[in-house]
């Protein structure tokens, strides 16, 4: 069917009492383009919850008026939401058209036989979130919307799949599977062509067979092609083909549909690990949720793209869909960038987490979510593995056994050609195990038991010591023997020994503490059954605010594991919310073996007097900067990474001193130096020689603000990162600014912000405040016309402004 973009011309409100409207209390709609998070510009509330960063619970109203041509009469016409959060319910023209409870899964709406074409007709969304997530989920239509239009007999949507078998280097078995539908009262013969070509668009196969479908039914087409010496999709050269498919009659073509696809192997075995075409890849992962930071949870394709692209250049080559299907968009960035993916189903299984999560749901609609992932994931290359769950309560009992085995043959029967996991934790998995056993010894009041995030909170050995023991080791046996490949969230206790109890297993790190990567790389890369580590997380998130945040506790403070209003983030992430790298990031490159310079860390001054407490989730409070006005002569900590054995510390050419550093000393060697403005240089030493530098030097005071604009791939989005810089051109992170962003022409101002955890600023903008000296603005183009940014500050330094002159949408020229 042919698929166009259903994103504009929709309205949205907060959902109203229609008894109130009757009586003229009535909010008016507001014009939206999709994607829309409902909830990112809502107020709010400082008493409410930190896990979903103080916004308030609500249910929201969308409509849109559709006129389809009176040519479409007889057409088959099918409306496609890639996601809206949550409990979603579909009218068109005051009749039920359809729903979908899970707020991550797409789902499709048989929309002709509801629409009267010729005529105007009211296609009306609603949706609710509340008291259903630990996360900020945002709300509303937040992912993509489409339109198919096709004759009676068709390709449906997600009516084509691709696979390739049979892969050898002078040529591949392609095996193209194609969905032929009819809405036709009559059996109908087609003919089902398939085009297979390479990224030149050259064609490498083709194919055609005669296809009959019985009235108001559907048949499936199979065509086994032969690639001659295909190029294997991996993260490293992520080569892409095409399959085009269409459906003729007499030679008059009546439908066609397209997706991109790639050739590769996988293997997985407790000898040699995971291998991509042959060759052994360990996952150097990240946890990711779908929020797009300032975006909210507005599943932008350019957005998306940005984020794997960061992530990527940041030294991961693999991304978790934590704990939910991934968007589309990003699945198609991780194809073309080269990520490999887990994605992961649910949150929760028939235990709820939440007092309205999707446990209410589940046993009804969990296999129509899980056949929406599958259908969404498979044509994509990236995805290697599919998690069906995220620290399931039932994992530790035989009707969790049960289930699990349930979800993974219901993922293998839809596609066997990869693996599947489900992300342990081992001391939720025996958790009535537990209070049984507070409850012997008189130690459980038998009241609630804390969150999650509460009970994990101990140093990773405690976790261990519980994750290790034989009650886990005994209760959790058949939840991971239905599995392919054993997820292990904060278990890293269990891999050495596992290789011992159970030799056939082969394991994930699903979920990793971040400041243990040190020690769990090392683990991965000595046993081969180990092939992987996820962290959380890759990139900071919107709620479950303040679990990495950084206390500095008063005489009789006691730490808290979330963050008081106004915070929003988490503060986990090696990359900010508005992409920036933290400190964190660059340490976990040189653990990786991507980095041989040094990196410098500095803490932040002012907080001498009082006690440092770190969770597990909490990096150092530092930052890569050595511009400290108002702190010349006062002691700073600072911290150098490097994977040489030592490295030296010098301020302006003068040694301050050496230590031991690489990976007997955690990668991580420490300094206290008396500030003083100047250029701060660390040296790497190796086998006694001096090697590689990496220096911070202090900058001026703030001259002017600097912009530099990034075009989105689609040319929709375009994201201005924005600097305040001293007379030199240099970030000055001590100098941060209240700043207005002003977008004159074809544009509008989609979110302006910065990576700051706790901002007293909404992200809606025009004003907000930079921070660590930095800022993105999002604007999101809606003409072809030329357009004008124009960044200034409270403060008397100069503005900024980016010029966008190219606007063919495919990426726009900037000047700046």
């Known amino acids: 069917m042919k698929r166009t973009t259903f994103n504009d011309g929709w309205q949205f409100r907060q959902k109203q009492n229609p008894f109130a409207e009757l009586g003229g209390l009535s909010t008016p709609y507001t014009d939206v383009v999709l994607p829309h998070d409902a909830l990112i510009h809502e107020e709010r509330d400082p008493d409410g919850e930190g896990a979903v960063a103080y916004f308030p619970a609500g249910a929201f109203q969308y409509r849109r008026m559709f006129t389809p041509p009176a040519d479409l009469a007889g057409r088959r016409i099918v409306i496609e939401f890639e996601g809206v959060y949550r409990d979603a319910t579909v009218h068109i023209n005051g009749a039920f058209a359809g729903q979908r409870p899970y707020g991550y899964s797409g789902f499709t709406i048989d929309a002709d036989q509801f629409l009267r074409p010729g005529e105007e007709n009211v296609i009306e969304v609603e949706s609710r979130h509340g008291g259903d997530s630990r996360w900020y989920t945002g709300a509303g239509i937040y992912r993509d919307v489409w339109l198919h239009v096709g004759a009676a007999v068709h390709v449906p949507v997600d009516g084509v799949r691709v696979s390739a078998t049979d892969i050898e280097s002078e040529g591949a078995v392609v095996e193209v ?126 957005a998306e793209e940005r984020r794997v692209r960061l ?121 009535d195990d537990m209070r049984k056993i507070a409850a ?30 034989p009650l886990v080791t005994d209760k959790t046996a058949e939840s991971f023997g239905v599995l392919d490949i054993a997820g292990m969230n904060y278990l890293d206790g269990r891999y050495a020994m596992d290789k011992e109890l159970f030799p056939n297993r082969v394991i994930v790190g699903t979920e990793t503490f971040p400041t243990r990567i040190d020690h769990n790389w090392a683990l991965v890369t000595e046993n081969a059954h180990v092939i992987g580590d996820f962290t959380w ?19 009789g403070e006691t730490p808290s594991l979330s963050g008081p209003y106004p915070w929003i983030a988490a503060w986990c992430g090696d990359l900010d919310l508005i992409g920036s790298r933290r400190p964190a990031s660059f340490y976990r490159e040189i653990v990786f073996g991507l980095r041989t310079s040094p990196y410098i860390a500095v803490n932040r001054p002012g907080n001498e007097d009082k006690t440092f407490y770190a969770g597990p989730w909490t990096w150092s409070d530092s930052i890569g900067s050595w511009t400290w006005a108002g702190h010349e002569g006062a002691p700073l900590a600072v911290e150098v990474y490097s994977d040489a054995e030592e490295v030296e510390l010098a301020l302006d050419g003068e040694v301050i001193a050496a230590a031991a550093a690489g990976a007997d000393n955690r990668f991580t060697a420490e300094f206290t130096v008396t500030y003083r403005p100047g250029e701060l240089t660390a040296t790497a030493i190796r086998g006694g020689a001096r090697a590689e530098t990496f220096s911070l ?42 700043i207005d962003v002003r977008v004159d022409g074809d544009a509008v101002l989609a979110a302006v912000g910065s990576g700051n955890p706790a901002p007293t600023h909404t992200y809606d903008g025009p004003e907000n405040r930079t921070f660590d000296g930095r800022a993105l603005a999002v604007v999101r183009r809606i003409g072809s016309g030329a357009v004008t940014v124009t960044v200034s500050a409270r403060d008397e330094i100069a503005p900024a402004t980016v010029v966008l002159e190219e606007v063919d949408r495919h990426g726009a020229a900037a000047r700046s």
């Open 177 to 302: 599977d194609v969905v032929v539908a009819s809405t036709s009262n009559r059996r109908e013969t087609v003919d089902v062509s398939v085009t297979l070509a390479d990224a030149d668009a050259t064609t490498v196969a083709y194919g055609t067979v005669p296809v009959t479908v019985e009235a108001n039914g559907h048949s499936r087409s199979r065509q086994r092609l032969y690639v001659r010496t295909p190029k294997l999709w991996s993260a490293e050269s992520p080569v892409l083909y095409s399959a085009a498919v269409q459906l003729s009659v007499d030679g008059a073509n009546i439908d066609s549909a397209s997706t991109a696809f790639g050739i590769r192997t996988l293997r997985v075995d407790p000898v040699h690990g995971l291998r991509v075409n042959g060759e052994v890849v360990k996952l150097r992962g990240a946890c990711v949720h779908h929020d797009n930071g300032i975006l909210g949870a507005a599943t932008c394709a350019d």
């Open 311 to 431: 992530l990527k250049e940041a030294g991961f080559n693999a991304i978790r869909s934590s704990h939910n299907p991934m968007s589309v968009a990003m699945l198609e960035a991780c194809d073309r960038l080269g990520v490999y993916v887990m994605d992961e189903t649910f949150d929760m299984w028939t235990s709820n987490k939440m007092p309205h999560d999707y446990s209410l749901h589940f046993t009804e609609w969990w296999e129509r979510d899980v056949e929406s992932m599958v259908a969404k994931d498979f044509n994509h290359p990236s995805v290697i593995m599919y998690s069906i769950g995220n620290e399931i309560p039932e994992t530790g009992s035989p009707a969790g056994g049960l289930t699990g085995r349930a979800l993974a043959e219901k993922v293998r029967a839809l596609d066997p050609t990869r693996y599947v996991t489900n992300a342990v934790n081992g001391m939720l998995a025996v958790m």
């Open 440 to 469: 012997q010894r008189g130690d459980d009041d038998g009241g609630d038991t804390a969150g999650i995030n509460t009970l994990m909170a101990g140093p990773g050995e405690f976790m261990n010591q519980i994750g290790t023991s």
């Open 537 to 555: 997380t890759g990139f900071d998130y919107l709620g479950e605010v303040g679990i990495g945040r950084a206390h500095h506790l008063a005489e």
């Open 697 to 738: 030097t202090s900058v001026g005071e703030a001259s002017r603000l600097e912009a530099r604009a990034e075009n989105g791939r689609s040319g929709e989005l375009i994201f201005i990162e924005i600097a305040v810089v001293d007379a030199d051109g240099r970030v000055n992170t001590d100098a941060d600014q209240l």
